[in-house]
């Protein structure tokens, strides 16, 4: 099949390029894969996301596998990991072979805090689309906000309070308001 | 001696392994719990390795956590040793994500799954919120204008002028070193900083 090539190279492109993580890939492969590439939807990219925090595991990766899987089959999840872990390999490789003291280089060390600034605002801005491309149901963004205000909250009080028991939470509040509204118009809903 | 290596792969293998399939989250997660299992449990890098660890498996490119397994099997046993981590850090979740694709298209029509998956997208943002309040508060408390001023110029670029993602993080990080090279330069000639 053609499209294993792509896959692999896509996604060593979007892993060669992204500093900061997981967080700062997604706005890239929704950029890439949704917007350019047309592979998913981008309802099923939200759908990714959602997975993709609440399994185990590198959400990198799951985002690969899961954009893999649906173009090819287990083989495609396979080559779109690889593209994804091929090019840091290298680059560590080169790093612990060559730099070893890479980041004893002030203005080094200075210019990776600069790229630091920039990547929680790529961050940030994908948020920012999530809850921009969210249709339009009042119930949805004000249960966002309630999250953030309570996770902000939890931080105050510095409770230790992981990330999958406030993804447990979300899931358990939107199933109460299911069950209380009977069936409530699902057009709105995040996988339509 | 081969008994010994072989056992050292297979140490290296499953530890890390076990912390993939067993951690939610990404890379801010897990290399708490890489120091605890590598640095305290089997001793085989030290607390002060740990931290320029982790300090080079953010700055490199791609997912951290899997930057940071890599920097620790490349310690531990050389170039083999990286790719023993490596597959140990990607099969869990490329098995259980594989799974999941299998069963997506039955279930993902269902109304009370897309609801259920409705309300944990909520989740995520908020969890989104929380990374950044994270990132951008250690910046502030640095408490020196420039920093703050690169934000809110990112910011500006980012969100009305749409400059492209790769633009940005070039121009920040020239900015990043530019100061550096000019305070170095400063300290210099005279002596407040």
């Known amino acids: 099949m053609s499209i294993l090539p792509d896959l692999f190279l896509t996604f060593a492109k979007i892993g ?39 399994t185990p595991g590198p959400i990198a990766i799951n985002c690969a596998t899961f954009t893999g899987y ?21 680059i560590i490789f080169l790093i612990s072979r060559c730099l070893d003291n890479i980041l004893t280089w002030t203005v080094m060390a200075n210019a990776l805090k600069g790229v630091k600034i920039a990547v929680g605002l790529l961050i940030l801005d994908a948020a920012f689309t999530m809850i921009k ?44 308001i299911f069950i209380v509204s009977g069936a409530p118009d699902l057009k709105g809903g995040a996988g339509k | 001696m ?33 120091r605890k299992r590598f640095v305290q449990e089997l001793g085989w890098i030290g607390e002060e390795e740990m931290l320029d660890l982790t300090a080079i498996a953010q700055a490199a490119p791609g997912a951290i956590a899997v930057n940071a397994s890599m920097l ?27 799974v999941i694709s299998l069963f997506y298209q039955a279930f993902r029509d269902h109304a009370v799954v897309n609801m259920v998956m409705a309300g944990m997208l909520c989740g995520v943002a908020a969890v989104i919120f929380d990374v950044v309040r994270g990132m951008i508060g250690t910046l502030l408390r640095q408490k020196r204008m420039l ?25 920040c990080g020239a900015v990043g070193a530019a100061d550096a090279w000019y305070r170095d330069a400063a300290g210099k000639g005279s002596a407040k900083r």
């Open chain 2, 72 to 98: 620790i099997g490349y310690r531990v046993a050389g170039v083999p040793g990286a790719l023993i981590t490596v597959l140990g850090t990607v099969l869990p979740p490329l098995v259980i994500i594989s």
């Open chain 1, 16 to 54: 060669l390029f992204t500093f900061g993580g997981g967080y700062a890939m997604l706005a890239i492969i929704e950029n890439i894969c949704v917007e350019r590439r047309k592979w998913i939807t981008h309802d099923e990219m939200m759908n990714i996301t959602v997975i993709a925090e609440s």
């Open chain 1, 133 to 176: 491309k969210m249709p339009g149901k009042k119930l949805q963004r004000t249960t966002m906000v309630c999250s953030c205000i309570a996770m902000l909250l939890i931080h105050l009080f510095a409770w230790n309070f992981s990330s999958i028991s406030l993804m447990l939470a979300a899931a358990a509040v939107s199933l109460m």
């Open chain 2, 147 to 171: 920093p703050a001023a690169v934000l809110c110029g990112a910011f500006l670029a980012v969100r009305f002028f749409s400059v492209h993602a790769a633009i940005i993080l070039l121009v």
């Open chain 1, 70 to 90: 649906k173009k090819a089959g287990f083989i495609g999840a396979l080559a779109a990991t690889l593209g994804m872990i091929t090019p840091s390999f290298v």
């Open chain 2, 2 to 34: 081969l008994k010994n290596i072989l056992r050292k792969y297979g140490d290296l293998f499953f530890s890390s392994f076990r912390l993939s399939a067993c951690t939610f989250g990404g890379g801010f997660v897990i290399i708490p719990l890489m």
